[in-house]
């Protein structure tokens, strides 16, 4: 599908909502003219130009406004309109569907969804209205949105959700290949001494820095205290605090600095770190280690994880499956 087209949300059921637009003119015509067609036909139902525009309409508006040459334009608005009119033919099917399966939605679970989400959202009743005026909608038509959207979640749960199993084996085997995302967040309490390389520094002036460096290096494999050897030498000015730069979680550090940390341990050094702003050793004063979740206690998060993206491949391999046994016919 087209990145101007924002993808829908099959697995969450969640499908946008878009402003009505315009008709196409007829090429060549004086006036706006309106033209209605049957673009599909989805077994015994068709689908209209007319609704395909309402759909197409914001997308064609940002890519004529995107600046694009005649030919690119022309190759783009046929891509979205292709992956309109497919998104078009999936909600016929799977609405054919949910009359198949005499799938229902009482008017008062339309009102207690809509309840959940003014109070998630703090809307009163006027405030709800007035956003959905500002996107060209009424109640009313918000509310065949919403039914919609829970006639197609309930589709979901028949078809594909009810089918799906996650084994205790599918969560343990994520939790030990992910085991990172569980293990808790990892912080060092750094210190540094740098020396500064001039900008304009020649060769014999950067070898001589680099000399010095390594003088130091070796000071500190002999021994000597890094907070001594940082007050000594170096140019940071934190120098006069034995180079003291804080604690930090390790992925706001840099890839370089994350790549020569990756396996110290408390109150070891780096080799010389040529960085942007120097030459620099890096002290690990200490390696702060958060508390990860246990397998038990990620239990739920890793099953919620893995039932949406199963989720999301059941559907789509359900969906192919019902086109297939489908009379679907696109007019040129």
């Known amino acids: 599908m087209s990145r101007l087209l924002k993808k829908v949300g099959w697995g969450m059921i969640v499908f946008a909502v878009f402003q009505c637009a315009a008709f196409f003119p007829l090429a060549g015509a004086q006036e706006a003219e309106v033209v209605d067609r049957i673009v599909a036909v989805v077994n015994d139902e068709i689908i209209s130009l007319f609704e395909m525009n309402q759909l197409l309409q914001p997308y064609e508006a940002k890519i004529r406004n995107l600046g694009y040459s005649s030919e690119k334009e022309r190759e783009m608005l046929f891509k979205v309109r292709e992956d309109v009119l497919n998104q078009l033919i999936d909600q016929k099917l799977t609405d054919q569907e949910t009359r198949r399966f005499r799938i229902t939605v009482s008017e008062q679970e339309i009102d207690n969804a809509i309840e959940r989400i003014k ?7 006027e405030q709800l209205r007035k956003g959905l005026a500002r996107q060209g909608m009424t109640l009313g038509e918000y509310r065949e949105k919403m039914r919609e959207q829970m006639l197609r979640s309930r589709l979901l749960n028949i ?17 030990e290949t992910h085991k990172e995302l569980y293990d808790g967040e990892k912080k060092y309490h750094l210190r540094n001494i740098i020396m500064k390389v001039p900008a304009l520094a020649d060769e014999a002036e950067e070898g001589r820095i680099r000399a010095k460096m390594e003088m130091i290096l070796e000071k500190l494999k002999a021994g000597q205290p890094f907070e001594d050897m940082a ?3 170096s140019e940071s000015t934190s120098a006069a605090d034995g180079g003291e730069l804080g604690v930090f979680a390790q992925d706001v550090l840099s890839p370089q600095i994350q790549e020569a940390l ?30 990860g979740k246990t397998l038990e206690e990620a239990t739920p998060e890793v099953e919620q994880k893995l039932f949406k ?11 192919e499956e019902l086109r297939k046994r489908s009379h679907i016919k696109i007019v040129k």
């Open 159 to 175: 078809e594909v959700k009810s089918r799906i199993v996650i084994t205790k084996e599918d969560i343990e085997s994520y939790y």
């Open 119 to 125: 109070e998630a959202n703090f809307y009163t009743d």
């Open 231 to 233: 007050k000594q030498y």
């Open 262 to 291: 990756k396996g110290m341990q408390a109150k070891e050094f780096t080799p010389i770190l040529e960085t942007d702003l120097g030459y620099q050793i890096l002290f690990v004063q200490d390696v702060i280690h958060a508390q």
């Open 309 to 319: 993206e199963v989720v999301d491949e059941k559907f789509q391999t359900w969906l």
